[in-house]
């Protein structure tokens, strides 16, 4: 849930409505009209998970270069601990990362 949450926080602070999804890369837009927790890390575009043990998937890589984000970086994206690689090039991302 924490994870999700932090995506969530992400997705809201940059704009997220309005992020530009695009057409060559793999998944779907985020979608948080439905509490699901699995979501994520099995279609959501930018992101990739790993199994930590058989029932609960963690963040790994968000791949959101050029998505249009727009705002600063919450402080809940820390709360992605086992996220090794973030790709945010190309939006209008103010601030540090925390």
Do not use: K, M
Request: hydrophobic letters at 35%; aromatic letters at 12%; a negative charge.
């Amino acid at each position: 849930p924490s994870e999700y949450a932090a995506l969530y926080d992400l997705w809201n602070s940059t704009n997220g409505p309005y992020w530009n999804y695009l057409a060559s890369s793999f998944g779907v837009p985020w979608n948080f009209t439905t509490y699901n927790l699995s979501a994520p890390c099995t279609n959501w575009q930018g992101v990739e998970c790993a199994c930590s043990n058989e029932s609960t998937q963690t963040v790994i890589i968000l791949q959101l270069n050029r998505h249009r984000l727009r705002g600063s970086l919450p402080r809940t994206i820390g709360n992605l601990q086992s996220l090794a690689y973030l790709d945010l090039s190309g939006n209008l991302i103010e601030g540090s990362v925390p």
